[in-house]
């Protein structure tokens, strides 16, 4: 019972981002629908079971730093796009404000999922030296990284609807560059 705990755990912590994520998408009214988000969970739970079976392979040469360092710049350089979108509508007169409301593609969603993998690559190496079960964690990564999108965007549509879409993307881009300098904050202040 304490190996499910364990694994649960370490699930809702390498995950708690796709939350933030999610809802950033929610609040722009940005649907990653279910198809993709079963790309981003095959994604995240592909790295898990590689980076654990090539565990102590991988801590030789590539630091837990370097894999931090990728994954939340890429949230950090999303939120700049995000917040370069703001601009651009900001001054634009509302009637011609565009709507990027809709679904995600698949060359989206994958960015997203590889993203979000890599910041668990680190989790993944840490696991796989600690000797964790690599078929049962790997579910639990799978299951971890689609259910916060999905509670997410669903937080943020709701709280979207009470934005204009300027504000929205606001919000969004202010989320998704807090949630890359906290992360690249925590990696640098972690590893100091």
């Known amino acids: 019972m304490d190996h499910i705990i364990s694994y649960l755990l370490l699930g809702i912590a390498t995950n708690i981002d796709n939350l ?10 940005r649907n990653i629908y279910f198809r993709f988000n079963v790309l981003i969970g095959v994604l995240n739970a592909t790295t898990t079971f590689l980076s654990m079976l090539l565990g102590n392979y991988l801590r ?7 894999g ?20 651009v509508i900001r001054d634009q007169q509302p009637e011609q404000e565009p709507v990027i409301r809709g679904q995600v ?13 890599f910041s668990n690559l680190a989790s993944g190496v ?3 030296i600690v000797g964790l079960d690599i078929p049962i964690l790997t579910l639990i990564m799978f299951g ?5 999108i999905s509670l997410g ?29 906290w992360r690249l904050a ?5 590893g100091a």
């Open 20 to 29: 933030t994520v999610g809802t950033s998408y929610g609040i722009r009214a």
């Open 60 to 66: 030789e040469y590539i630091s837990e730093q370097v």
């Open 68 to 87: 931090d360092i990728v994954g939340n710049g890429v949230f950090l350089v999303l939120g700049v796009i995000t917040l370069g979108e703001f601009l």
């Open 105 to 117: 593609g698949w060359r989206e969603a994958a960015l997203l999922g590889l993203s979000l993998s």
């Open 126 to 128: 840490g696991a796989g």
């Open 144 to 148: 971890m990284s689609m259910l916060p």
């Open 153 to 181: 965007q669903w937080v943020g549509q709701k709280v979207g609807m009470l934005f204009s879409v300027r504000l929205s993307r606001l919000l969004s881009g202010c989320a998704l560059v807090g949630l890359g300098l």
């Open 186 to 190: 925590e990696t640098f202040i972690g």
